[in-house]
């Protein structure tokens, strides 16, 4: 089973600064990771596809990247609404394996 | 619009069954892969179970295999989850997912989920 970590547990972040998420797979994935936004009482939203697409009506402020195992999202300026938790996944290998997710807030 | 809207979910004892549904709108049922994944109290996201398109392939976690059974009907454009001999461990929000293609790809579309609580 391919392991995904997620750094940090928890982000702070003050309005209009970056906010970076980490995301590291256990092996290879090449780029079959998705970013996916919860927020309290709803299911989860697609942001981000195949590393760095970004999904339909994702603001431009949300970006992925990938270096070898390690994915990164960046919020480049955090809006309030960008309050949530977010989560990576990887769909290259069974079982599909989600990351233990950040929780990024406002300082 | 895609809309995914599951039911089925609530109070179960140890032991016990429970069937989800998940009644798709919005796109082609039948030429996409489904999938099942659940949020427990305290815990991230979990993938349950898949189903692909044409030939409907199945595939489960550890966790559920033997347990649980993922199906669709494309007749009435719905996705079920047959959930037996629960545990208080399979506790959890239950969400219904449109996968990206009709045999893999990533969710692009969630429902709201139903929950699903197993107590005595």
């Known amino acids: 089973e391919i392991v995904m970590t997620q750094s940090p547990a928890t982000l702070s972040v003050s309005p209009g600064e970056r906010a970076s998420l980490s995301c590291r797979a256990s092996q290879n994935v090449n780029n079959n990771v998705a970013w996916f936004q919860q927020k309290p009482g709803q299911g989860p939203r697609l942001l981000i596809y195949?590393?760095?697409s970004r999904a339909t009506g994702i603001p431009a402020r949300f970006s992925g990247s990938q270096s070898g195992t390690d994915f990164t999202l960046t919020i480049s300026s955090l809006q309030s609404e960008d309050c949530a938790i977010y989560y990576c996944?990887?769909?290259?290998?069974?079982?599909?394996?989600f990351g233990g997710g950040t929780k990024v807030e406002i300082k | 619009e895609v809309q995914l809207l599951e039911s089925g979910g609530g109070l179960v004892q140890p032991g016990g069954s429970l069937r989800l549904s998940c009644v798709a709108s919005?796109?082609?049922?039948?030429?996409?892969?489904m999938g099942w994944v659940r949020h427990g109290p305290g815990k991230g996201l979990e993938w349950v179970s898949a189903?692909?398109?044409?030939?409907?392939?199945?595939y489960y976690a550890d966790s559920v295999k033997g347990r649980f059974t993922i199906s669709r009907d494309t007749s009435k454009n719905t996705l079920y989850l047959q959930m037996s001999s629960l545990r208080a461990e399979d506790t959890a929000v239950y969400y219904c997912?449109?996968?990206?293609?009709?045999?893999?790809?990533?969710?692009?579309?969630w429902g709201q989920g139903t929950l699903v609580t197993v107590s005595s």
């Open positions: 919005g796109f082609t049922f039948s030429t996409y892969a």
């Open positions: 189903i692909s398109a044409k030939d409907e392939s199945t």
């Open positions: 195949g590393a760095s």
């Open positions: 997912a449109k996968r990206s293609s009709g045999w893999y790809g990533f969710f692009d579309y």
């Open positions: 996944q990887q769909y290259n290998n069974w079982p599909l394996t």
